[in-house]
């Protein structure tokens, strides 16, 4: 605990003559309330820099500690050691939220909204029904909406601040990616979905093009859903449905290896034969690895969007007006540099260079995506405005080892993210002024 300075702050006086004056004209509005009781009821507890921590909050976090640990069946510790803790943990609060506060942090009210809505939906309910859950168990909405704006700016602070300490080096990135850990995030898991028609070992010709037929059929059944959806045919046909479940490719069975690392997701394989029967695989999903290319595309852009001196209609004309003139044999980097909104591009004739999927914006890629090489798109609407896009040229590049690189960066910062947090916590507290009352 850090001394008490013999000055103390300006803001510090006013705060606590501000409570003191609350406390007094409480006292005399409610005369049955003495002044020591009021001041037993709710008084601050600790000073951690301009903020007063008060025993209301640090009591009533206490109680939902409680309360939670109790739901759990968990031992509560002393009430003696709960307090310092839950005081201590109010402390470092005030301080990160000062700090994010005075770097000019801020949650908009449109960012708190759509958390509340994402934390509804992963109870299940609409943002509505989670208001009401709220005031069943007798919690007020608008006090969970400050709760979690307060828990965004704590993430926020904690993250700008911790991460710039994370330093990673390239030995580091190696020794990952050699390592146990690294192997296996980058391995991608299948989740593989199986049907088994068993054959018996002496089944005749006619038994065997009989089982062919019906997997055949089940194959088609299967196309469209889930190998569950069609349960019951799947024994009529006197087949077995059987999952593998999620798995790596290294504990597929060596007769689907190759299916596996071929099959496209969502599609059924065609049938595959063994001593066992005739088995049809569909991978349901897939996670981790690495994807080792992608197809890059050269392209570049004319860009019209309303401004002080264009309104909606007239930047809709003037983007049908340059698709003409293209038509007519006019130069698109010519006309770029005529026309074009975009002060990147407009000066390199509207030239945005190769692009990854994902880098742009959908309405651009998915128009990117459709206009063959060489040609020119007819005039479409994004975020930014209308645009018309000729596609240049496309590419398949490998990015095995730069996105390889980058989930071990990600990992390992993972991995010292705790470490660092801790020493940025203590750091703070060591460097401020806390004084507990």
Not at 239 to 264: C, D, I, K, N, Y
Not at 355 to 366: T, Y
Not at 372 to 378: A, H, L
């Amino acid at each position: 605990m850090a001394t008490v300075p013999h000055k103390i702050s300006r803001s510090l006086r006013a705060l606590q003559n501000r409570s003191r004056l609350f406390c007094l004209v409480s006292a005399l509005i409610f005369c049955n309330i003495s002044y020591a009781e009021y001041q037993l009821l709710d008084q601050i507890v600790a000073i951690a820099e301009d903020d007063a921590v008060l025993a209301s909050d640090v009591r009533s976090k206490m109680q939902q500690i409680k309360n939670t640990l109790a739901q759990r069946g968990a031992t509560l510790p002393p009430d003696n050691i709960l307090y310092e803790q839950v005081l201590e943990r109010a402390i470092i609060d005030s301080l990160q939220l000062q700090r994010a506060y005075k770097s000019g942090m801020r949650i908009s009210d449109q960012e708190l909204n759509e958390a509340m809505e994402r934390i509804a939906a992963q109870n299940r309910v609409s943002l509505q029904q989670f208001r009401l859950l709220l005031e069943q168990q007798g919690q007020s909405y608008v006090a969970a909406r400050e709760q979690t704006r307060k828990e965004m700016l704590l993430r926020n602070i904690q993250q700008r601040s911790v991460m710039r300490k994370i330093n990673i080096t390239e030995s580091e990135v190696e020794n990952f990616l050699n390592s146990e850990q690294g192997r296996t995030l980058l391995e991608p898991e299948y989740n593989i979905d199986h049907i088994l028609l068993p054959i018996a070992a002496g089944a005749s010709a006619a038994e065997k093009q009989s089982a062919l037929q019906n997997i055949t059929e089940l194959q088609a059944l299967a196309a469209d859903g889930k190998f569950i959806d069609i349960k019951q045919q799947i024994t009529a046909a006197g087949a077995q449905h059987a999952p593998l479940g999620w798995r790596t490719l290294e504990a597929v069975p060596s007769l689907f290896e190759t299916t596996v690392s071929e099959l496209t997701a969502e599609v059924v394989s065609d049938p595959i034969s063994s001593d066992s029967g005739l088995h049809l695989i569909k991978i349901i999903a897939q996670r981790g690895g690495v994807q080792k290319s992608n197809i890059e595309t050269l392209v570049r852009h004319i860009l019209i969007k309303p401004n002080e001196i264009r309104n909606e209609d007239e930047a809709s004309d003037l983007i049908l007006k340059i698709r003409r003139q293209l038509d007519e044999g006019e130069s698109f980097a010519a006309l770029a540099k005529k026309y074009s909104d975009d002060p990147g591009s407009a000066l390199a004739g509207g030239e945005l260079g190769w692009n990854q999927p994902g880098k742009l914006v959908p309405a651009f890629e998915a128009m990117m995506d459709i206009t063959p090489i060489g040609e020119t798109s007819q005039p479409f609407e994004s975020l930014f405005g209308w645009h018309i896009v000729e596609v240049i040229d496309r590419r398949e590049k490998d990015f095995s080892t730069e996105r390889a690189q980058q989930r071990a960066r990600m990992a390992i910062a993972e991995n010292k993210y705790d470490d660092e947090l801790n020493n940025w916590l203590q750091q703070l507290r060591d460097d401020s002024f806390v004084e507990i009352k």
